[in-house]
């Protein structure tokens, strides 16, 4: 984190019909409600197409998740809380027979209307060809965002943008994505003629961007690397370690469920989180910030998670 920010750190994951809140102490509450904007990200990751509930009968699942209660539930959030993103973490394709019967565009319009803010590219989503993934771009309402593919020779040429800056109440959040090497990993004609660049170098010039140049207070990236591996392969992990001026990576792609955001030092010593849901929509990932973009001095506050 940038010594510009004050920050309060929460992981709210629950099943769909059920959310984590947090307790402030009051002494806590009253000072950040006078000097500090709350902002509260939103997210998922690995949806697959699960656009339904799992059925009363699934032995792991049974009647969680589905695209229903999480709008409900978002919707909930946002009743209450003024500053909101919704961010996803690609792999929205595939996995359920809607995605086969409609090629991604019942997913795209649902998240339309669940009024999602930005999402990345999953190697899933290239699973109709890169052409099927750009048929499915108008139906949705939000961006798609990625950094270290180079799309030039393809029909997405100038349709992903690399990041896009937000801003609520005076606080600019900027948010890029990364996306995981499809050589090896997808069918070469679905993605045709993508290149693939080194996600941490492309992560760290965009963050630099972000910070100095749009004057971002929180910069966010949605990343499909996967949270960790044991070989050498670039995660999320990696990616926080090996980087500068992200605040927060919203992880996809290894279906990792963290019960709450792992706290990695990166390449200033300074705190990086990362957030992974598991997958299927089972969860909604949230973490409120507390920023004040004029307060040079940073403080992290980490409180006790409730039900609700």
């Known amino acids: 984190m940038s010594n510009r920010r004050t920050f309060i750190k929460q992981s709210f994951l629950g099943g769909v019909s ?4 947090a307790t402030l102490n009051p ?7 006078k000097n500090h904007t ?20 699934d032995p792991k699942y049974p009647n969680m998740g589905g695209a229903a209660k999480r709008a409900a539930l978002i919707d909930k959030i946002r009743t209450k809380e003024k500053n909101v993103l919704l961010l996803d973490a690609g792999d929205i394709f595939q996995g359920t027979p809607y995605f086969n019967m409609y090629g991604g565009e019942l997913e795209f ?37 990625n950094v270290n593919y180079d799309f030039t020779n393809t029909i997405l040429n100038g349709k992903i943008a690399p990041y896009k800056v937000f801003e609520k109440d005076k606080v600019k959040i900027g ?18 003629e993508t290149q693939y660049n080194n996600p941490i170098i492309a992560a760290n010039n965009t963050a630099e961007h972000l910070k100095y140049n749009e004057k971002c207070h929180l910069i966010i990236c949605l990343s499909h690397l996967g ?25 996809g792609h290894t279906h990792t469920f963290l019960e709450k955001p792992a706290s990695i ?34 403080t992290s506050i980490n409180d006790k998670i409730g039900v609700i």
């Open 109 to 145: 319009k649902l998240m339309s209307l669940m009024r999602y803010d930005a999402a990345t590219i999953g190697n899933h989503d290239f699973d109709n060809g890169i052409e099927g993934l750009n048929n499915m771009l108008p139906h949705a309402n939000f961006p798609f965002l």
């Open 38 to 57: 709350k902002i509260t990200i939103l997210h998922t990751n690995d949806v697959h197409s699960h656009i339904e509930s799992f059925p009363s009968n």
């Open 265 to 298: 030092k990166n390449k200033d010593n300074k705190i990086t989180l990362i957030n992974q849901v598991g997958w299927a929509g089972l969860y909604l990932g949230r973490i409120d910030f507390y920023i004040n973009p004029l307060d040079k001095a940073f």
């Open 227 to 251: 949270y960790d591996y044991k070989s050498n392969k670039v995660s999320d992990n990696v990616l926080a370690k090996e980087t500068k001026n992200i605040d927060l990576i919203i992880g």
């Open 18 to 21: 059920l959310l984590g809140a």
């Open 175 to 192: 948010v890029f994505g990364v996306g995981v090497e499809l050589a090896g990993l997808v069918d070469k004609k679905m993605y045709a």
């Open 27 to 33: 002494f806590s509450a009253a000072i950040l409600k």
